[in-house]
T-cell receptor, first 112, second 111 residues
Framework: DAMVIQNPRYQVTQFGKPVTLSCSQTLNHNVMYWYQQKSSQAPKLLFHYYDKDFNNEADTPDNFQSRRPNTSFCFLDIRSPGLGDAAMYLC???????????FGPGTRLTVL | GQNIDQPTEMTATEGAIVQINCTYQTSGFNGLFWYQQHAGEAPTFLSYNVLDGLEEKGRFSSFLSRSKGYSYLLLKELQMKDSASYLCAVRDYSSASKIIFGSGTRLSIRP
């Protein structure tokens, strides 16, 4: 089945130790998003790729970076995780001209 | 910028009807979405409105008034499994693919 896959589902890292979260999709969608969601809060858009064009939200910390080497894969790099970066990270995709946004299952990040 | 408001929590009874409201302000409205999110899971798509009026899909309906910046999600014949957070989200013309979420309404269903 076509889907959005996130690995790992649970990630534990140490304070200040770089970590990479990955997302892949078999939907061939041209838009990919990364959201951060903390407990009982809305998903917060960090950035998104429209095709190869990277769109960073103004309030996304410099500590967060992203790469999209091809249509299917997108990575979220956290260069120096702080305790406040512990959250669920959601990857989503959509296709131009279609309305639905498809979410992956998320990666829950714990920072020790 | 964008601003999306919805109630934080609501409670309803199994078998009843509940309406969850959402108001929004955006510089370039290009569609409104409703998502359902169970605790610890990813959001799942429920509905999309871009024109004024009511969209019905089974037990769920969504309404939009662009002039008022207002939408609601109507859930009928409530079931216990409908206990979840319901997220209102808006797409903005300033970036055709950018979708911003409201903080969500946590709906609790009691027997």
């Amino acid at each position: 089945d076509a889907m959005v896959i996130q690995n790992p589902r649970y990630q534990v890292t140490q304070f200040g130790k770089p970590v990479t979260l990955s997302c892949s999709q078999t939907l061939n969608h041209n838009v990919m998003y990364w959201y951060q969601q903390k407990s009982s809060q809305a998903p917060k858009l960090l950035f998104h790729y429209y095709d190869k064009d990277f769109n960073n939200e103004a309030d996304t910390p410099d500590n967060f970076q992203s790469r999209r080497p091809n249509t299917s894969f997108c990575f979220l790099d956290i260069r120096s995780p702080g305790l406040g970066d512990a959250a669920m990270y959601l990857c989503a995709t959509s296709s131009t001209g279609h309305n639905e946004q498809f979410f992956g299952p998320g990666t829950r990040l714990t920072v020790l | 910028g964008q601003n999306i408001d919805q109630p934080t929590e609501m409670t309803a009874t199994e078998g009843a009807i509940v309406q969850i409201n959402c108001t929004y302000q955006t510089s370039g409205f290009n569609g409104l979405f409703w998502y359902q999110q169970h605790a610890g899971e990813a959001p799942t798509f429920l509905s999309y409105n871009v024109l004024d009026g009511l969209e019905e899909k089974g037990r769920f309906s969504s309404f939009l008034s662009r002039s008022k910046g207002y939408s609601y999600l109507l859930l009928k014949e409530l079931q216990m499994k409908d206990s979840a957070s319901y997220l209102c989200a808006v797409r903005d013309y300033s970036s055709a693919s950018k979708i911003i979420f409201g903080s969500g309404t946590r709906l609790s269903i009691r027997p």
